[in-house]
C-alpha cells in the first residue's frame, strides 16, 4: 500500500496515532474537550442538545479510528468485497447503536453522569437519519448493521438527501407534510471534499470509425454536475470492524458555474445553475411502492449510480488485476430496481472508455450484479419513457437498446417463432411512448435474481417474471427471506427484555447468534420468568402510554389490550380494513348492555404511519382514523373500552418505542401483496403477538412459531385473482356487518360523509381490488378470538414466550451469510 508518509518518519507518526477513549474519564475528557472547542461552548451553556453533540463526537472519533483501520485491513488483503446500492437508508438515530455495538454505553452513561446529565435525554436529542420510506429503506440500514457485525468488506452506497422523508403532522385530521431539513450539523457524516466524481447528462452520443473498420462511441456535451461524497461510519456489533456507507451529495461542477456570467452581473442565472445542481440530492422522494416515473428522480439514479461505479472501478483499477477478475473482486447488489443504470454504466466504462469487446464486457457485468425484488405491485415497477432517456442519458439508450438486441437474438434462437414471447420480454415496452421496463433490464444484467420471502419469490417466478424463467432455467432465480437486526430492534428498543433473556441464556450470545434464544424456551413454564417477562411489556406499555398522553393528550389505560398497526399507509396493507373493524366494534359495544360491557376486554387500537404526498386515498384512510379517533375517544359512554390512537410522523426512533410495548399488531395485506413485510418480525421478537393474513413473511414467521401461536385469517394468495375475476364480473355482495359500517360512516357518525365516500365507494362501486369485504367476517371473528385469548393472560404470556424463542431464523445475520454465499460469493474478513 502506499503511504504518503515516509518510511523513516513513519514511527513518529504511530506514536501520535489517535486512539479514541476507553476509561470513563477518558470519556468526560473528550466529552468536555468537544463542547468547549468543537462546539465552542462551555460548562456556562451547555444543554441536552449540546451533550449530544459532545457525546456524538466523542463516540465519532472512536468510530472513525476503527473505521480507517478497516478500511486499510481490507485494502490490504485485497478480498473480495461488496457493494449495497440502495437509493433508501433509514437509518434512525446513530448515537445509542453505536454505544452498545462498541460496548460503552454504560462508560458513557457514568461519565454523563458525572457531568450532570441522564444519558436517555441526551439519547432523545438526535434527529432521526430518515433517508427512506419504509420497509424497503430499514432493510437496507439492517442490512449495514450485519454486515459489519459479520465483518464482511462491504460499502453502501446511496444519496445525501438534503431532505429525508417529510415530517408529518396531523392537523384537524388532515395529514400535513413538513420538510425534514435534517442536515444542519451532523456528527456522523464525514465530508470528503477530495472525493469527487463529474457527473455528465444530456449531450450526444458520437460515433467515430478508425482505420480498421472499429467502431467506437463516445458521449460528448451536455452538462456536468459533481458528485462528493460523504461517508458515514457503520459499527458492528461485538467486533472492531467498522464499514462504510458513502453517501453522494450534488452541487455545481467548477467548470459549470458560471464565473463569467458571474462577473458580468448576472450571478442570478448563475446561481440558479448552482441550484439546479444541488437540486438532485435535494430530497427523497415519498413514494413507497409507487413510481411516479419523473425526470429528476432518473437523474438522482444515474447520478448516484456513475458516481458510485466510478468510485468502485477507480479501487478496481489500483490493484492493477486484469478486467477479467472484476467480478471475482467485486459484487453488487441492487436494492430494487432503483439502481439498474448501474448495470448499463458499467457496460459503457468497460466498452466506451476501457476498450472492451462487447461480450468480454457483458460477462463481467452479469458476473458482478444481482437484483433483489422487493414487490409485485405493477404501479411500483419502474419504467421510463424512451424520450426522457434518450434526452437524458443518450448513450445509455443506445447501450440498453443493444442488450436488448442481444438477448432477444439468444431468445430467438431458444425459443424459434415465438414473436409474443419476443414481445412479452423485451426490454422496451412497444407503447406510446416506448418505455423501458427497469426490472427486465436488472434481470437480464444480473447473474441471480432474488425475492424477500418464500411465498413472494414463488410469485415472482410465476407472475411477473414467469418468461425469464423459462428462459434462464429456474436456478437463476432464488429466494432470501428477509431479517432484522437483533442488535436495534431487540437490544436497543427493549433493553429490559434483552437483559432478562440474557439472564438465562448466560449472557448476550444470542445478539450474534440468534439461534439461540430457543434456550428461552425452557423457562417457559417458570412463574417467576413468566412474571418479570409480562412486567416488562407493562413497563413497555406504560412508556408508550406516556408518548401518546404527550403527543396526543389522550389517557390511554396500559392494562388494555394496545392493537399496533405502524406501517406506511398503503390501501394494499388495509389499514381500512383495520378502521372498519374498530368501527365495527364501537357499534357493538353502544348496543350492549352494562352486563355485556363488564365481560369486555379494553382496547387501544394505535395506527401510525405515511401517506405518499400524492395518495388521496391513503390520506382519506388516515383522516377516517382521526375522526373516529376523535367521536371513540371523547364518548364518556365508552371510557377505557375503546381508544383510538393515530400516532403522528412514524419513523424509526418511534418504533422502537411503540414495537416493544404491542400486545397485537397487525399485518393484514391482502394475500400477495406484501412482498415480505419486516415489522412483523420486530413485533413477534418483542414479545407481542400478530394477527395477520397468509402473505409475505408471515407465512415463514408461522412456520417457524407454529399456527397456535399466530392469528391468521383471510383469504388465500392463490385465490385473490380468482376473486377478483368474480368482482368485476359478477359482482359481489357486500359482508353485512361492513354493510353497517358503511351506514354509520355515511349518517355522519363520524362527521362529514362525504369525505369518506370515496373510500367507501372503492369498495361498494369499484370492485372491492383489495377483497376488504371478503376478508372482513373472518378478520372480526378472529380479533374475537383475539380477546378471547388475550383474557387467559397465563397462556397468553407463555404464546410471547415460545413464539420469541423461535425466531431465530429473522435474523439479518443469517440473510447476510445466505446473501454471501449464494449470491456475492465474499468471506468475511478475519479480525484478530
Ligand atoms: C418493500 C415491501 O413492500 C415489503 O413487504 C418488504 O418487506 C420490503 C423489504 O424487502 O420491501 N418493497 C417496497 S417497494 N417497499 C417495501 O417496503
Known amino acids: 500500500v502506499e503511504a504518503s508518509i515516509p518510511e523513516h518518519l513513519r514511527a513518529t507518526w504511530k506514536k501520535y496515532s489517535a486512539t479514541g477513549f476507553e476509561h470513563k474519564e477518558e470519556f468526560e475528557q473528550e466529552f468536555v474537550r468537544h463542547i468547549e472547542t468543537t462546539l465552542a461552548r462551555s460548562l456556562y451553556n451547555c444543554d441536552d442538545l449540546a451533550a449530544y453533540y459532545g457525546t456524538a463526537l466523542a463516540f465519532r472519533d472512536r468510530l472513525i479510528i476503527e473505521w480507517n483501520k478497516t478500511q486499510q485491513r481490507q485494502t490490504l488483503l485485497d478480498q473480495k468485497r461488496v457493494y449495497y446500492l440502495s437509493l433508501e ?63 464482511y468488506p462491504a460499502w453502501g452506497y446511496g ?179 432503483h439502481p439498474t443504470l448501474a448495470i448499463v454504466e458499467l457496460q459503457r466504462i468497460l466498452v466506451d472508455q476501457e476498450g472492451l469487446e462487447w461480450d468480454e464486457a457483458w460477462k463481467i457485468v452479469v458476473g458482478t450484479f444481482g437484483y433483489t425484488n422487493h414487490t409485485v405491485l405493477p404501479e411500483a415497477l419502474e419504467k421510463w419513457s424512451v424520450p426522457l432517456m434518450e434526452h437524458l442519458l443518450p448513450r445509455h439508450l443506445q447501450i440498453i437498446y443493444d442488450i436488448n438486441l442481444f438477448f432477444l ?76 437486526t437483533p442488535r436495534r430492534w431487540l437490544h436497543q428498543a427493549n433493553p429490559r427484555l434483552s437483559k432478562l433473556i440474557a439472564s438465562k441464556l448466560g449472557g448476550y450470545d444470542f445478539l450474534t447468534d440468534l439461534t ?138 418511534k418504533a422502537e418505542i411503540i414495537v416493544p410495548a404491542s400486545d397485537i399488531s397487525e399485518h393484514i395485506s391482502t394475500a400477495g401483496t406484501e412482498a415480505s413485510g419486516t415489522s412483523n418480525m420486530k413485533f413477534v421478537l418483542n414479545g407481542g403477538l400478530i394477527i395477520g393474513t397468509c402473505d409475505g413473511a408471515n407465512i415463514e414467521i408461522t412456520r417457524e412459531i407454529t399456527e397456535s401461536n399466530i392469528f391468521l385469517f383471510g383469504n388465500l394468495a392463490e385465490d385473490v385473482e380468482n376473486l377478483r375475476e368474480t368482482h368485476r364480473y359478477k359482482g359481489f355482495t357486500l359482508d353485512e356487518d361492513l354493510a353497517k359500517v358503511f351506514e354509520s360512516i355515511r349518517s355522519g357518525t363520524f362527521g362529514d360523509a362525504n369525505a369518506f365516500e370515496s373510500l367507501i365507494a372503492s369498495i361498494t362501486d369499484h370492485g372491492d381490488y383489495y377483497l376488504v369485504s371478503d376478508d372482513f367476517k373472518s378478520y372480526i371473528q378472529t380479533q374475537e378470538l383475539v380477546d378471547e385469548d388475550f383474557q387467559k393472560q397465563d397462556e397468553w404470556i407463555a404464546k410471547s414466550i415460545s413464539s420469541v424463542a423461535r425466531m431465530g431464523f429473522f435474523s439479518t445475520d443469517r440473510v447476510i451469510d445466505e446473501y454471501a454465499e449464494s449470491i456475492w460469493n465474499v468471506e468475511p474478513l478475519v479480525v484478530e
Open 89 to 151: 437508508f433509514l437509518m434512525g438515530r446513530a448515537l445509542d447503536n453505536a454505544m452498545l455495538n462498541v460496548g460503552k454505553k454504560d462508560t458513557a452513561r457514568e461519565g454523563l453522569e458525572d457531568l450532570g446529565f441522564r444519558i436517555e435525554d441526551v439519547v432523545n436529542q438526535e434527529h432521526d437519519a430518515a433517508l427512506g420510506n419504509g420497509g424497503l429503506g430499514r432493510l437496507a440500514a439492517c442490512f449495514l448493521d450485519s454486515m459489519a457485525t459479520l465483518n
Open 409 to 484: 437474438q439468444d431468445v430467438e434462437k431458444k425459443f424459434p417463432d415465438d414473436r409474443d414471447l419476443l414481445a412479452r420480454v423485451s426490454i422496451i415496452e412497444e407503447s406510446r411512448p416506448k418505455m423501458v421496463r427497469m426490472a427486465y433490464l436488472a434481470i437480464i444484467g444480473s447473474h441471480k435474481v432474488n425475492g424477500v420471502a418464500e411465498l413472494h419469490s414463488d410469485l415472482i417466478k410465476t407472475t411477473i417474471f414467469k418468461d425469464f424463467v423459462n428462459i434462464y432455467g429456474p436456478d437463476k432465480f432464488t429466494n432470501v427471506t428477509n431479517g432484522i
Open 516 to 653: 439461540l434464544l430457543d434456550g428461552i424456551e425452557h423457562f417457559v413454564d417458570d412463574k417467576e420468568f413468566r412474571k418479570e417477562w409480562a412486567e416488562i411489556k407493562t413497563e413497555n406499555k406504560k412508556r408508550l402510554a406516556k408518548h401518546i398522553k404527550d403527543t396526543t393528550g389522550y389517557t390511554v389505560n396500559p392494562t388494555a389490550l394496545f392493537d399496533v398497526q405502524v406501517k406506511r399507509i398503503h390501501e394494499y396493507k388495509r389499514q381500512q380494513l383495520n378502521i372498519f373493524g374498530v368501527i365495527h366494534r364501537y357499534l357493538k359495544i353502544k348496543s350492549m348492555t352494562p352486563e355485556e360491557r363488564k365481560k369486555l376486554v379494553p382496547r387501544v387500537s394505535i395506527f401510525g404511519g405515511k401517506a405518499a404526498p400524492g395518495y388521496w386515498m391513503a390520506k382519506t384512510i388516515i383522516h377516517l382514523i382521526n375522526k373516529v379517533g376523535q367521536v371513540v375517544n371523547n364518548d364518556s359512554d365508552i371510557g377505557d373500552l375503546l381508544k383510538v390512537i393515530f400516532i403522528e410522523d412514524y419513523n424509526v426512533s
Open 159 to 337: 444519496l445525501r438527501y438534503r431532505y429525508g422523508i417529510f415530517k408529518q403532522e396531523i392537523v384537524d385530521g388532515y395529514q400535513v407534510e413538513i420538510p425534514d431539513y435534517w442536515l444542519d450539523f451532523n456528527p456522523w457524516e464525514f465530508p470528503r471534499h477530495d472525493i469527487t466524481v463529474d457527473i455528465q447528462f444530456y449531450g450526444q452520443s458520437v460515433r467515430h470509425e478508425d482505420e480498421d473498420g472499429r467502431v467506437t462511441y463516445n458521449w460528448q456535451g451536455g452538462e456536468i454536475v459533481q458528485a462528493v461524497a460523504y461517508d458515514v461510519p457503520i459499527p458492528g456489533y461485538g467486533t472492531t470492524t467498522t464499514n462504510n456507507l458513502r453517501l453522494w451529495s450534488s452541487k455545481a461542477s467548477s467548470g459549470e458555474f458560471d464565473f463569467q456570467k458571474f462577473n458580468a452581473g448576472e450571478y442570478e442565472s448563475a446561481v440558479s445553475d448552482q441550484q439546479r445542481a444541488e437540486t438532485i440530492s435535494a430530497v427523497l422522494y415519498p413514494n413507497d411502492n409507487l413510481d411516479r416515473g419523473k425526470e429528476l428522480r432518473l437523474k438522482q439514479q444515474y447520478f448516484w449510480c456513475a458516481a458510485s461505479l466510478y468510485d468502485i472501478v477507480r479501487r478496481f483499477k489500483k490493484t492493477n488485476r486484469a478486467w477479467l477478475e472484476f467480478p471475482d473482486q467485486v459484487a453488487i447488489q441492487l436494492n430494487d430496481t
